[in-house]
Structures are given as structure tokens and as C-alpha cells.
């Protein structure tokens, strides 16, 4: 069985977590900036003496598929490795993936990873 781990990170901390991730066997990765929120709703910034907010922070996403018994284990180390113990550091979470194909070899499964 195969899962999808994705999380939503600080830009900053993307080599740290890729870094991580690469020294514990994932081979591969997609990544995509995004912009969002959560608990805080943005934030107000400061610039030449005007204040305005930033409704949409922006984020990196990193989505890895994995073998759905190193599932827990990957979450850890991203989590680990995104912490800044500041409010906005991100989330991590698994989806079930039902079928996976490697367009070039026609591999299915988990010999697709």
C-alpha cells in the first residue's frame, strides 16, 4: 500500500526538510510554491512608515509518495526538520494513494516509487 505525505512549510526551511528526506531513502519529490494561512490570518508588515497585511503567507508544498510503513517514521523527520517553534511552521499529513504508474517503464506500484 502506498501513501502520500504532503507538507506545507516555511521557504527557508525547504533544504533542511529535502536534506532530511534525502538521507532517509526518499528518492523524489515534487515541490510547488504556494500561499495561505491559518490560525494567525496573515500578517501585518511595516514598510517606509505605512502598515499593511499580508492575507496570503507565502509556503512551500512538498509532496512525496512513499510505502505506507515508513509513513509515520517521514512525517517525523519533516516535522523535525521544518521546526522553528514559531507560530506558521506548517503542517504534514498523509493521503492514501490507490494506484501509482511510472509513465516510462509501466511499473505499478511500489517498484513505480
Not at 522553528?84 to 490507490?98: A, M, N, P
Request: cysteine-free; glycine content about 12%; aromatic content about 4%.
Amino acid at each position: 500500500m502506498l501513501e502520500m505525505i504532503t507538507a506545507i512549510i516555511k521557504p527557508h526551511k525547504l533544504d533542511d526538510v529535502k536534506e532530511a528526506l534525502l538521507a532517509n531513502g526518499v528518492e523524489g519529490m515534487t515541490v510547488t510554491e504556494v500561499r495561505g494561512f491559518g490560525r494567525q490570518r496573515g500578517k501585518t508588515e511595516n514598510f517606509r512608515g505605512s502598515e499593511y497585511n499580508i492575507d496570503f503567507i507565502p509556503k512551500m508544498k512538498i509532496e512525496i509518495v512513499v510505502p505506507a510503513e515508513n509513513v509515520d517514521r517521514l512525517i517525523a523527520i519533516i516535522g523535525e526538520a521544518a521546526k522553528t517553534g514559531k507560530i506558521g511552521d506548517g503542517k504534514v499529513w498523509s493521503t492514501g494513494v490507490g494506484k501509482l504508474l511510472r509513465v516510462r517503464t509501466g511499473e505499478m506500484g511500489n517498484e513505480a516509487i
